[in-house]
């Protein structure tokens, strides 16, 4: 993985933020995890150009849920680890 990757993914996500839909997002789990208002949508088409470059073989969705744990600083993933 370039060691630029990850403020990459946080640039693409932040141009696409709603600040006024995180308190919602934040309530939805219960204010377990801290949200910037991006929806799955936005997420997913901030997200795909980026993920498709890492080749890491399995589903889109797959890569997107390990690289936003990643993100999110809870665990190590192999989708970042080329």
């Known amino acids: 993985m370039k060691p630029d990757f990850l403020p990459t993914v946080r640039g693409a996500l932040a141009s696409t933020a709603d600040t006024s839909r995180a308190p919602a997002m934040r309530a939805y789990v219960r204010d377990q995890f801290d949200f910037i208002g991006v929806g799955t949508l936005q997420r997913r088409s ?22 936003a ?11 970042c680890s080329n």
Do not use: E, Q
């Open 69 to 79: 744990t990643i993100l999110c600083g809870y665990a190590a993933s192999p989708c």
């Open 46 to 67: 901030a997200c795909k150009p980026l993920l498709a470059v890492l080749n890491y073989k399995t589903s889109t969705m797959t890569r997107m849920s390990h690289c």
